[in-house]
């Protein structure tokens, strides 16, 4: 019986610990976001300011100050409000990590 309880509690502590690790990665973002129809350069999971050049990102992707994205492939696409590009060319929203589309 102790064993069950041993094994129950890691299994509970160990959902609690994942469901606690995205929040804490979103805290960490830096990249950029739209908010509010503009683009906002963040830090931390904060907005630092405005975006006021060009950024390109590590993978390639570089994002224009009006929200379009232009992809290392070409593809294009225009950022909506609460999407975020981190630094590492990963889209969020949300706080979660997204596919990017056509």
Do not use: H, W, Y
Not at 61 to 86: I, W
């Amino acid at each position: 019986m102790t064993k069950s309880r041993v094994r129950t509690f890691v299994a509970v502590a160990s959902l609690c610990a994942s469901l606690l690790a995205s929040p804490i990665m979103a805290a960490d973002a830096t990249g950029v976001m739209m908010k509010d129809g503009k683009m906002m350069m963040m830090m931390d999971g904060k907005a630092s300011g405005p975006m006021d050049r060009e950024m390109s990102m590590s993978d390639g992707t570089k994002v224009m100050t009006n929200g379009m994205v232009k992809m290392k492939d070409g593809k294009e696409m225009m950022m909506k409000d609460g999407q975020m590009m981190m630094k590492d060319g990963k889209m969020m929203e949300g706080g979660k990590a997204m596919e990017m589309k056509k």
